[in-house]
Each structure stands twice: as C-alpha cells, then as structure tokens.
C-alpha cells in the first residue's frame, strides 16, 4: 500500500511541475462555462414519476421535454411523489372474470391522457410529452360490492 502512495505522490510532483496550476485552474474554470451554457439548451429526455393515486403509488414512464435545468432539477424533485386524487383522472373500471364467470376482481383502467395532463399540471417549467404503459390500480373492496 505505501509503494501505491509512494507513486502516486510521485506522479502527482511530476505532473505539478509539467503543467502550471493556472493552466488547470483555467481549464476547470471553462468546463464549468461550458457544462452552464450546455444546460441552458432545450432537451427531450425519458422521466420516472413516482405518483400516489388515493393511497396507491406507481411509476409512470414519460417523455419530458425542458431545460437542462429545469430537467436537472426536476430529476432531485422525482424522488417526491406527485398526488393525484383519484377524482382528477378519467378512468374505467374492468371486471377480471373467470371461465365460469365469477368475479375475480375489479380494476382502475387510468386514461393516459388525463395522466398526462395531471402530471402536466404538477410540473410547471417542463412538457411532459407523453406517458407511458400505466398500470391498473385494484378497485377498493367496498366499492367492487356495489
């Protein structure tokens, strides 16, 4: 380990002495210009959202399209999820039958542009171009009585 530390130390007076540490310090000076300038153009990038519908959460995929900054922030926020009141989106309910016909279960079908629009709504300096396959929510057992 100390033969590690000894060449590196080495290596590290070797290079100090080859290149000026004002050349350095100007060369990370313009990679840190161009990464600024390189976020402010307009990008289309695929998002993960974490969303809780009335209690249930899922992730949609969705095509975004924004800022590098804005996408680079939004991309700290995701790690929030979005809420979303069942109430909001337009969906259908699918009877999961048998052969013999008997109820199995019941099922949320979300429409994907109400989806799409309620992210929308939720993410204001990004397009959220489309979403997604969204996955069924089960229908609460009270309401599948009925």
Request: contains cysteine; aromatic residues 10%; hydrophobic residues 45%.
């Amino acid at each position: 380990m100390s033969k590690l530390v000894t060449t590196v130390k080495f290596l590290w007076l070797r290079l100090k002495r080859a290149i000026s540490p004002v050349f350095i310090g100007l060369l990370c000076a313009s990679f840190i210009l161009w990464y600024i300038l390189k976020l402010q153009y307009t990008y289309t990038t695929n998002f993960s959202v974490l969303v809780n519908i009335d209690g249930e959460r899922m992730r949609v995929p969705c095509v975004v399209e924004g800022k590098g900054v804005n996408l680079l922030g939004y991309r700290v926020y995701a790690r929030k999820e979005l809420k979303i009141p069942l109430a909001d989106l337009k969906y259908t309910v699918v009877n999961d039958m048998d052969e013999s016909g008997e109820l199995l279960g019941s099922w949320y079908q979300l429409d994907a542009h109400s989806v799409q629009s309620a992210i929308s709504v939720r993410f204001s300096d990004i397009k959220v171009i489309s979403v997604g396959d969204i996955p069924q929510m089960a229908v609460p057992s009270e309401e599948s009585a009925n």
